[in-house]
C-alpha cells in the first residue's frame, strides 16, 4: 500500500522545535513527510534537524529545486493534507489573502486538498482583530484549525497562544485521513 503523503510547513515561531517531533512522530506511523520551511523557520531550528527526522530533503526556497517542474505544483498534486505547525500570524495573513511569495505559501495556494494550521503566537498577536478576521475567513474556506491553547508562551506572558501539542497534531492529522 502506498504511504500517504503529507506536506509539513514550518514558520518562523518559537514552536518550530515541537515540529521537528511533529515530524519524528509521523513518519513513524509512516506518513511520507516532506518539509517545508519558511526563512524566519530556518532561523528558529535546523534544517538538517527536518531532513534527518523526514529523510527527505527539506525545501526552503522555490529556486533551488532541480526538477524541470516546479515543485509546488508536484507537491499540491502529490499531498494528501497540507499541515502548517506552527503557523505563524504572518502565514495566517499571506495564505487568506492569497500572497505567495515564497515555497510555502506558494505551495499552500496551489494545494487543493485539506489544509490543517496550528496557530502558535504571542496572546496579544492572537486576539488582534486581523488575526481573528483573518481566522474566520479561512474557517469559512473550510480550513482545519487545531489550537492555539492557553498557557504560557515562551515570551514570558500567559494566555491563547500555545501550539497545540505534537500528539494531539497527529490524532487530529490521522482524523482528516481516515486512518485508525
Ligand atoms: C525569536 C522569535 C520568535 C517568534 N515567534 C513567533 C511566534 O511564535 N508566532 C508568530 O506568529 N510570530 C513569531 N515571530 C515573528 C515571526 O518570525 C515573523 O512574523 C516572521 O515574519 C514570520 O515569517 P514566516 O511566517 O514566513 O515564517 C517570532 C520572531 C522571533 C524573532
Redesign the pocket.
Known sequence: MNKQFVTLGV?????AYKAADLCSKMVQCGYEVQIIM????T??VGERTFLTLSHRPVITSLWDVPEWRPEHVALAEHADLLVVA??????IG?YTHGIAD?A??TCALAHRGTVLLA????PN?WHHPAVQNNIKLLAARNVEFIGPEIGH???GDDGT?R?AEPADILTKIKTLLNCP
Do not use: R, Y
Open positions: 514558520t518562523g515561531g518559537i514552536a519558511t526563512e524566519s523557520a532561523k528558529l506552527p503557523c505563524t500570524a504572518n502565514f499571506k515564497d510555502l505559501s496557530p502558535a503566537m504571542n498577536m508562551v515562551a515570551c497562544g501550539m
